[in-house]
């Protein structure tokens, strides 16, 4: 059963703070992804990787890096939050599934950030 | 830049009945279509999905249709229950090739009552 955690359900921060957001899952998979929920936007990409220390921007990586430097790891950081960064952010991960194919995307739990 | 649309955004039908949600896509060469349903409070799962080289598949009392041609696909619910009430999101693979990303929908609340 692929499992994906987040380290935080939860996570109240101030303006001009470093938030670093953890996700891990336990299935061996290359892609990990970063997104973040907002009601009437739905699910945008922030940032996704697709290997150990590999990194793409996704729609709205503005305000955001990534790191990955393990396989199973993947974090998410908001060099210095401001307020409209408020949200739920979900962290996801998918097998390489080969040439033209797309696998499913398994998420982990979420991580509701205040920013105050 | 690619674009998926979903309709409606909320949709409340009774107990029994069927309901059905529309998306539209942009990119001609997404393959990959999946259905995600996040209860509330919960994340979000796959709950079927569609590839392009198919027109409809079927899981118990749901279903996904696919219309390459007119870029839209949908979902369709039958003999909706209470447990049916979430916030679906329908999704389309990104081209270019070699590509895991999904670009979703902007989600439909379904309510069904009893």
């Known amino acids: 059963d692929v499992k994906v955690t987040q380290s935080s359900r939860y996570l109240v921060k101030r303006t001009g703070e470093k938030v670093f957001l953890e996700c891990v899952q336990d299935?061996?998979?290359?892609?990990m992804f970063w997104y973040r929920q907002d009601p009437g936007l739905g699910l945008r990409l922030i940032y996704f990787?697709?290997?150990?220390?590999?990194?793409e921007k996704g729609d709205i990586p503005e305000g955001y890096s990534v790191s990955r430097e393990k396989k199973e790891r993947f974090s998410l950081i908001l060099e210095s939050a401001s307020t409209n960064q408020t949200s739920m952010y979900l962290c996801?991960?998918?097998?390489?599934?080969?040439?033209?194919?797309?696998?499913?995307?398994?998420f982990g739990p979420g991580t509701r950030l205040t920013v105050t | 830049g690619e674009n998926v649309e979903q309709h409606p955004s909320t949709l409340s039908v009774q107990e029994g009945d069927s309901a059905v949600i529309k998306c539209t896509y942009s990119?001609?060469?997404?393959?990959?279509f999946p259905w995600y349903k996040q209860e509330l409070g919960k994340r979000p799962q796959l709950i079927i999905d569609?590839?392009?080289?198919?027109g409809e598949k079927k899981d118990q009392r749901i279903a996904v249709t696919l219309n390459k041609t007119a870029k839209h696909f949908s979902l369709h619910i039958t003999e909706t229950q209470p447990e049916d009430s979430a916030v679906y999101f329908c999704?389309?693979?990104?081209?270019?090739?070699?590509?895991?990303?999904?670009?979703f929908g902007t989600g439909t609340r379904l309510q069904v009552f009893p």
């Open positions: 996801a991960s998918s097998p390489l599934s080969g040439p033209g194919i797309v696998s499913e995307q398994y």
């Open positions: 299935m061996d998979h290359e892609n």
């Open positions: 990787s697709y290997d150990v220390k590999m990194k």
């Open positions: 990119d001609s060469a997404s393959n990959y």
């Open positions: 569609i590839r392009s080289n198919v």
């Open positions: 999704a389309a693979s990104i081209s270019p090739y070699n590509t895991d990303k999904l670009i």
